[in-house]
């Protein structure tokens, strides 16, 4: 039969001290108050970190050590804890010896006796911090990232831009540069040798030279392209009456032929904005107003501007032929025209849509057919202007 050895009887005083080196090993504070939360026992991880007494410590304990800004979350949680008997858990942040703060996971339980009463809450304060700064590298990293990635969009929808912007230009590009083409080519022939064209030749040959100066000026209007689609470039003051007259002179053959007027009603006279984009919106609207005349009567076409709360407005109205409404739905899209025997590309008004969006704004038409028709331009994004009450025929 085999034999165990005789059990040995532990003292309370043996498993007191036994209890409290045990204690004492544990890396982390280990601590105890009394039912109503007087602070009674820490361990010496709690000495170590803190600096501080156990007479000290006793009754206020951790109160003595916590960070301002989470004292009063703490004790919130803790009294709530003693009034309710939940267990205890927070995170907070405590002042070591040498006056930096670092960061402990708080939890407790309570002890109860036989009649479920409190009796004791033990607890203990784990140290966190690393795991905090790595989670706070990890939010930073992550907030980076989302920051990176709207930088991305953004960048995508700079591109998209660009692109829009660039593709507009090569659209309104080739209508601005034709105009001041044919104009050179009309006037060249005008200076077919004759006796007759002695006397104006001087006159004609101005005229040339203000033509071949409105083409300088669109092939400079090509180089400022990058800078605006960069947003590097700041949108000078357009002089609407002398944009009109440039247009007036580019359209001059075609003003003629028609015995055209050109009414300038400008209650704004002067806006921030693209020149090339506003000479461009006029030029195709005043051109289109004047090619699609009513066979009746001579085109008259009235630029007017003024200021709403939409943003500043500007008219090109005609007394021409007016827009069937079935054909109103398709008036802006690329190559679409009224009218084959109309001389155009299909281009003009789909050029002036983009031009407008492109910068906000937008574009609306009304028509009656055989009466005229009006298009309406709310002009936004480069928007400072000065306004005037003038108005001028020509």
């Not at 501080?52 to 004292?71: A, C």
């Not at 006037?187 to 064209?197: D, R, Y």
């Not at 001059?252 to 055209?260: C, F, K, M, P, V």
Request: glycine content about 6%; overall charge negative.
């Amino acid at each position: 039969m085999m034999r165990t050895a005789p059990e040995k009887e532990v003292s309370l005083d043996q498993g007191g001290k036994e209890f409290q080196f045990v204690i004492n090993l544990m890396p982390q504070m280990v601590w105890a108050t009394q039912a109503d939360g007087y602070h009674d026992f820490f361990n010496e991880r709690w000495y170590e970190f803190t600096g501080l007494s156990f007479e000290e410590t006793k009754n206020k304990g951790w109160s003595l050590v916590l960070h301002p800004d989470d004292y009063d979350r703490t004790l919130e949680v803790w009294q709530n804890s003693l009034d309710t008997g939940a267990a205890y858990e927070i995170e907070y942040r405590m002042r070591k010896f040498n006056g930096s703060y670092k960061w402990f996971l708080a939890r407790a339980h309570p002890l109860r006796d036989e009649s479920g009463n409190i009796v004791k809450w033990f607890g203990t304060c784990t140290d966190i911090h690393d795991q905090k700064k790595i989670l706070e590298e990890l939010q930073h990293t992550k907030a980076e990232l989302y920051r990176a990635n709207d930088e991305l969009k953004n960048s995508n929808d700079e591109l998209k831009r660009i692109n829009l912007e660039l593709d507009n230009f090569v659209y309104s590009a080739s209508h601005d540069l034709k105009a001041p083409l044919n104009n050179l080519e009309g006037l060249i022939g005008l200076l077919e040798p004759s006796e007759e064209n002695l006397e104006g030749e001087n006159e004609i040959l101005g005229m040339m030279n203000a033509a071949v100066k409105r083409y300088k000026q669109v092939i400079d209007d090509m180089t400022l392209i990058a800078q605006t689609a960069k947003r590097e470039y700041t949108a000078p003051q357009v002089n609407l009456a002398l944009v009109l007259n440039e247009i007036k002179s580019d359209l001059n053959h075609l003003i003629e032929s028609t015995q055209a007027s050109i009414i300038s009603e400008l209650n704004i006279d002067i806006l921030r904005y693209s020149k090339k984009d506003i000479r461009s919106i006029l030029f195709n609207l005043i051109s289109n107003g004047i090619k699609y005349q009513h066979p009746d009567r001579a085109p008259v076409v009235t630029v007017r501007t003024k200021s709403t709360t939409k943003g500043v407005i500007l008219e090109v109205q005609d007394n021409g032929c007016g827009i069937k409404n079935e054909f109103i739905p398709n008036l802006f899209n690329k190559y679409f025209r009224i009218k084959s025997s109309v001389g155009g590309s299909g281009l003009g008004l789909f050029i002036v849509k983009r031009l407008v969006e492109n910068k906000g704004g937008r574009i609306e038409v009304s028509s009656q057919e055989g009466k005229g028709s009006k298009f309406t331009v709310i002009l936004k994004s480069e928007t400072t202007y000065s306004t005037t009450r003038g108005i001028q025929r020509g």
